[in-house]
């Protein structure tokens, strides 16, 4: 399997510019999540999905971010308007159910907000 | 609410020595699953190890062990024989609260292995 994947790797934006980040999980895995990694807060849940239904949206910061999940195969992360504190990494991850079953990372989208 | 902490910043270990990173968490959730997960510069999250709420024994993988003190609310993570490339930032997570399958990440500790 080819793990989680991500597009784009990095993004270089204006602030002001919508921004969309993609990710297409692990076949077969039922959960998704996206997290974001910033020095000062370290890593956080933005949102996570179970059979393509949002399930805990707590972690996204306000309406400039929404995120979607239209089929098990692809989801994305979207801010608009976009702003510099928005840069960080994004990851995305997926897993099987149960709390004893790893999530596994995608390798992180890395966004600049100037 | 979760909360994991890692009071190590940054630690270091020579080469082929043990070393232990320490993590302690709260919850009052009889159920609940702990992760230790390992970032290198290049930026990647790998899963290195996880421990269940309810098992007996301490969890091991290759190298790395779990020393898990329920009581105390401790999963300290333990790597054996330390390599060079175990050069990372590890993170401490929980997950499984209140039924959320989410992961509550620590801050993280920086090793770095000296030769």
Not at chain 1, 5 to 34: A, N
């Amino acid at each position: 399997d080819a793990g989680v994947i991500q597009s784009p790797r990095h993004e270089v934006t204006e602030m002001g510019q919508e921004v969309t980040l993609r990710c297409k999980p692990i076949s077969g895995h039922d959960y998704l999540f996206w997290y974001r990694q910033t020095m000062m807060r370290g890593l956080e849940l933005l949102i996570y999905f179970n059979n393509n239904v949002p399930i805990d949206d707590s972690g996204m910061p306000e309406d400039r971010f929404s995120a979607k999940m239209p089929n098990a195969s692809f989801s994305t992360l979207k801010i608009q308007p976009s702003e510099p504190r928005d840069s960080a990494v994004y990851f995305c991850a997926s897993s099987l159910p149960a709390s004893s079953v790893q999530q596994y990372f995608g390798p992180g989208t890395r966004l600049t907000v100037t | 609410a979760q909360k994991i902490t890692q009071t190590q910043p940054g630690m270091f270990v020579q080469e082929k020595e043990a070393v232990t990173l320490d993590c302690t968490y709260d919850t009052s959730d009889p159920s609940y699953g702990l992760f230790w997960y390992k970032q290198p510069s290049s930026g990647e999250m790998i899963f290195l190890i996880y421990q269940g709420s309810y098992d007996q024994q301490n969890a091991t993988e290759g190298r790395y062990s779990l020393n898990f003190q329920k009581a105390r609310k401790s999963a300290n993570l333990v790597i054996s024989a330390s390599q060079l490339g175990d050069s990372a930032m590890y993170f401490c997570a929980m997950r499984g609260q209140g039924g959320s399958e989410k992961l509550v990440f620590g801050k993280g500790t920086k090793l770095t292995v000296n030769p």
